[in-house]
């Protein structure tokens, strides 16, 4: 019998059943001469589509009954695979036969290559794989937030995911334990790439691991390096100490580029994904803000808001969105102002992007803020008091709002007594 462990690439895929594309995926997969066993790990059986024998007979499934969740799923399906060369893929993408082919020609050892991610998706025919160096210290979505959709490795490189680790960080772990990481920028991957994760905004579990996820790869994978928290806490100490009269500027999910237009002198970044000298690692709505009280003049927020889910869970349900228009109110300094632009509805913009978890109207304002009319009366007396019943722990008074093409604007200052 001929090995075929090196001539086949075994695939592990992880699904919901909330992606169109994985049936003509698990067609051409199957039709393959390039892939060995297809390892589907069904979290989502009652929603199982009916598959053609042809396709159902090269399947390898794993169906627990219930939502195992991705990480602990592909840790399953490596458990099972054969082929020297393994293939880890999300269920919202098909892969092309050339690439497949490619991956088994690639010689790992004498190009020292552990891991490729799937880097940017080419216009141009054909494949490139490039070297990168991951920052350990930031989370790989921010630097490469395509690489965990599509990983190849030889199968002896899988490092199984630590158990706390449910739903994210697993391709953070997998690069980490990898030291010579790769990606592979190509034309043979189509698909969508949205993630599943938002089809269950309002699940209690599903959002608990991802709690779960984020403070375990705090204290154990990602490294304590000297630029998010060694600025945080100097930052905190310096503004709440400091006499000078110098304007502070603070813009939130900035990544690696704040914005600074109301031209501060100083300027001070948050995003969960970047962090370095004057950007501060903080999951704004999960996490307080790390400033101290009223210190701020501005904050701005750029397509920022629409991110911010409406509801989670933790020991009981709280609302991200709300706690974070609350954290931005104690920040500023009375009169602070808060300038948001965000894609919003009835645009298109709030809803085509999947990770558009919280839809803005022209009326979200009034739960934050005092719409006064000409004459001093307000516009929706009624909205302030809901924010607050619902959480809300501040107060502002709207001075404009207005529509830049699909985006709804915002500038409102913090009241203050």
């Known amino acids: 019998m001929p090995d075929t462990t090196r001539s086949l690439i075994d695939i592990i895929i992880p699904t919901m059943w909330k992606a169109p594309i994985l049936l003509d995926a698990l067609r051409a997969y199957a039709a393959s001469t390039h892939v060995g066993k297809i390892v589907l790990i069904d979290n989502n059986a009652a929603d199982r589509p009916s598959i053609e024998d042809a396709v ?22 490596v458990s099972l695979c054969k082929s ?48 990168v160096e991951i920052n350990k210290s930031a989370p790989l979505g921010g630097q490469i937030p395509t690489f965990g959709a599509c990983m190849f490795m030889p199968r002896k490189n899988y490092a199984a995911i630590p158990e706390p680790l449910k739903i994210w960080f697993g391709d953070d772990y997998l690069a980490h334990s990898n030291p010579n990481t790769y990606v592979v920028k190509t034309s043979h ?85 970047c962090a370095s000298a004057n950007i501060i690692s903080c999951w704004v709505g999960f996490e ?14 750029y397509d920022f808001i629409e991110h911010i889910p409406r509801f989670a869970m933790r020991e009981r349900p709280f609302n991200p969105f709300i706690d974070a228009m609350s954290e931005i109110w104690r920040v500023l300094k009375p009169n602070g102002m808060f300038f948001s632009r965000t894609p919003a509805y009835p645009s298109a913009a709030a809803f085509q992007d999947p990770t558009h978890v919280n839809i ?36 502002f008074l709207l001075i404009k709002q207005w ?15």
């Open 56 to 77: 159902y007979n090269r399947l390898t499934i794993i169906d627990h009954g219930r939502n195992i969740f991705v990480n602990p799923a592909w840790n399953e399906g």
């Open 84 to 131: 020297e060369v393994i293939c880890i893929a999300n269920d919202d993408i098909q892969i092309d036969e050339e690439l497949f082919q490619s991956m088994i020609l690639l010689d790992w050892s004498y190009r020292k290559i552990d891991i490729i991610g799937l880097g940017t998706r080419g216009e141009k025919e054909g494949m490139e794989i490039l070297k």
């Open 189 to 273: 991957v189509t698909g969508s790439m949205s993630t599943t994760i938002n089809s269950f905004d309002q699940n209690s579990d599903v959002h608990a691991a991802i709690r779960q996820d984020i403070d375990w790869a705090k204290a154990n994978l990602l490294e304590k390096s000297e630029t998010p928290q060694e600025a945080n806490v100097d930052i905190s100490k310096e503004l709440q100490a400091t006499g000078k009269q110098e304007s502070i500027s603070l813009d939130l999910g900035c990544g690696t580029n704040p914005q600074n237009p109301f031209k501060a002198d100083r300027l001070i970044g948050i995003d969960s994904q």
């Open 288 to 301: 307080p803000i790390p400033l101290e009280d009223s210190c701020v003049d501005f904050v701005t927020a």
């Open 360 to 395: 803005i109207t022209d009326q979200t304002v009034s739960y934050f803020s005092k719409r006064p009319c000409p004459d001093g009366s307000l516009i929706d007396p009624w909205g302030l008091p809901l924010g607050k019943r619902y959480g809300f722990k501040g107060e």
């Open 403 to 417: 529509w830049d093409s699909t985006h709804l604007c915002w500038q409102m200052i913090a009241i203050k007594e």
